[in-house]
Nanobody, 124 residues
Framework: QVQLLQSGGGLVQPGGSLRLSCAAS????????MAWYRQTPRKERELVAS?????????TYADFVKGRFTISRDNTKDMVYLQMNSLKPEDTAVYYC????????????????WGQGTLVTVSS
């Protein structure tokens, strides 16, 4: 059984930084695109950043986090990270890790998995 386990998050003051981590585990053959989403009670879940598997990793970012957040991954550990700097109150949300993963028993089929979510609160 494949799962994504998140860590990090919490309460931070405006202008502060936090780092989120997400580890994929289980019978994994390959992890394709990994991403972070966020959701608030007033908005649908929205894409924050994503990263591919190529050497350059070609990360993409939502306009509202460009220049402040950095997504990275460690393919040797099947992990993805989100470094969040210059945090603003409007960044307050539940953040979710997302990944497309092929399992050992279905190597040609990628399935979308979600982490359990972690609350990030930006407040003074």
């Amino acid at each position: 059984q494949v799962q994504l386990l998140q860590s990090g998050g919490g309460l931070v003051q405006p202008g502060g930084s936090l780092r989120l981590s997400c580890a994929a585990s289980g019978s994994i053959f390959e992890v394709n695109v990994m991403a972070w989403y966020r959701q608030t009670p007033r908005k649908e879940r929205e894409l924050v950043a994503s990263i591919g598997t190529s050497t350059s990793h070609n990360p993409t970012y939502a306009d509202f986090v460009k220049g402040r957040f950095t997504i990275s991954r460690d393919n040797t550990k099947d992990m993805v990270y989100l470094q969040m700097n210059s945090l603003k109150p409007e960044d307050t949300a539940v953040y979710y890790c997302n990944a497309d993963i092929a399992e050992q028993n279905a190597k040609d089929k990628y399935v979308e998995y979600w982490g359990q979510g972690t609350l990030v609160t930006v407040s003074s």
